[in-house]
């Protein structure tokens, strides 16, 4: 029996999952990673704290696993966080900027006020925010002695967290980035899926320092020196964390689309073999790109608030003890209350873009109790959504028939079935919830023939339960009207 590693390296941690032929979990290992802030709105990791993590779950993953039947490696990652490091010495050169981080907010609206924006946009699908990798390259090499002159005699290599890894997984051999990973840069042509000098030019990056660009699947380098793992073993898939989920959720059809419910909310939908511009305030992205050639795009939607409401709740408000205690506080009431919670803390993301959107709760009375609030702020989680998959289906022309769900939140049933009400769609909800690092996984085993298509991937992924839209439609345009009327207020 063959086994795949998937090495999800994540904002707060690292998890490695050992999977056989069969998808069956046989080793599974997790390490936290440090936060680093050192001012408000700054965010930042030490990658030698992340290479750490990923070792560390390594060995946990891969107690009593003979290393001899690992067939490949595939990496999935938090996908717009920076890192720069030398060439020479494989030492970065400074702490990795984390995509939380909103330190270039000011370089992006000069940007913005110069009128590059509508351009960018064209290029790249995505909107000019601190957000994206390229702003936070470019304050490294302003604002950091020596770098910029390191990046011109091209002494520093620049790469998202795959692309780091890939380096130290292969002993500094392979500097190179999969093409999803890239496509978060605002440094690549969409179309052309290469580097575009005009992008550089604008937001401030040598050329020098970008790796190459590969597809999502297929070998791009081997292991040497990995403590734990034997050397020549094949790293053969990286993708995104979005777009691994989307893949790892076998979303393989135009139309078909996922959400992941974890700090914050992302929504992608396969749109095909051509990039779907949005009119409607959603990102176009590459999904995924194999080494047979096939090429498909996505449109992505983010709230960026999700299971951290629920932290909110347990952390901020003291409602409850553990995040899994929500949905039994949330069942002591049938229904809100006519409480609306929105919960726009780090502002809105898609399709409103409102940066200065502070949360909100609505219709609170005497008798609204903490049940209610809880229950609001789970539904408040659902409504997001729904802005969401609407703006999609207009941009896609395309009407949503079935969306697949993944990731910590999409455990709590009753926000499963709200989310069913509120979008009339059916929810599907897989046996193995951490579609993250499935879709490494897929990536990596179709890229050495563990697996020999798609068709052999679909079959093997498995429902574990499916909602259905269990309410009156009425009373869902009434409750629709609430929210957007909370949203305003925001």
């Keep these: 029996m063959r086994h795949v590693i998937a090495i999800d390296q994540g904002t707060t941690g690292t998890t490695v999952l050992v999977l056989d032929e069969t998808l069956a979990v046989r080793g599974r290992g997790y390490q936290e990673l440090p936060q680093i802030y050192p001012q408000p709105g700054w965010v930042e990791h030490d990658p030698e704290a992340i290479w750490r993590s990923v070792t560390v779950a390594l060995g946990q993953a891969l107690a009593g696993i003979d290393t001899a039947t690992i067939a490949a490696i595939g ?3 938090q996908r717009e966080t920076a890192v720069l ?18 330190r270039t907010a000011d370089r992006c609206a000069e940007l913005k006020a110069s009128g590059k924006e509508a351009r960018v946009r064209e290029l790249t699908g995505l909107t ?14 302003h604002n950091v002695p020596g770098l910029a002159a390191a990046a011109r005699d091209g002494k520093l290599a620049f790469g998202t967290i795959d692309c780091y890894l890939l380096w130290r997984l292969t002993g500094g051999a392979v500097h190179a980035t999969d093409v999803t990973n890239a496509s978060r ?5 969409l179309r052309a899926l290469a580097w575009s000098d005009e992008l550089c030019e604008t937001i401030g990056v040598p050329r020098a320092l970008l790796p190459q660009v590969v597809p999502s699947s297929g070998t791009c380098g081997t292991t040497r020196g ?12 990286m993708a995104g964390d979005q777009q691994a989920a989307l893949f790892g959720q076998a979303c393989f059809t135009p139309g078909d689309a996922k ?24 990102l176009t992205t590459v999904g995924w790109k194999l080494a047979s050639g096939e090429l498909r795009y996505a449109l992505e939607g983010s709230a960026f608030i999700a299971g951290a409401a629920v932290q909110w709740l347990r952390d901020g408000l003291g409602f409850i003890k553990t995040a899994a205690e929500v949905e039994a506080l949330a069942r002591e009431v049938p229904d809100s209350g006519g409480v609306i919670v929105v919960p726009a803390f780090a502002g809105l993301g898609a399709p409103h873009w409102r940066p200065d959107a502070r949360a909100a709760i609505t219709g609170i009375t005497r008798g609204t109790t903490r049940a209610h609030l809880a229950r609001a702020t789970l539904e408040g989680i659902a409504l997001q959504n729904v802005d969401i998959l609407r703006a999609m289906e207009r941009d896609s022309g395309r009407t949503l028939g079935t969306l697949k769900v993944d990731g910590g939140a999409s455990a709590n049933d009753l926000l499963m079935q709200f989310q069913s009400d509120v979008l009339g769609v059916e929810i599907a909800r897989p046996e193995l919830v951490e579609s993250t690092a499935l879709g490494a996984a897929f990536l990596a085993g179709l890229g050495t023939g563990v ?35 909370a949203v305003a207020k925001a």
């Design 226 to 237: 990995v403590p734990g793992l034997r050397d020549g073993i094949p790293i053969a898939g």
């Design 451 to 485: 697996w020999k298509d798609q068709q052999q991937l679909r079959a093997t992924w498995r429902e574990q339960r499916r909602f259905k839209p269990a309410t009156d439609r009425s009373w869902v345009k009434d409750h629709l009207a609430r929210w957007d009327a």
């Design 259 to 282: 959400c992941t419910y974890g700090t914050g909310a992302f929504i992608l939908m396969n749109t095909g073999e051509a990039p779907v511009a949005s009119k409607s305030g959603l």
């Design 85 to 102: 490091w030398d060439r020479a010495t494989g030492k970065a050169a400074h702490h990795a900027i984390v995509w939380q981080d909103r």
């Design 75 to 77: 990496i999935t990652n």
């Design 128 to 141: 000019l925010d601190p957000y994206f990798s390229g702003t936070k390259v470019s304050w490294l090499l």
């Design 185 to 189: 840069t605002l440094l690549l042509d």
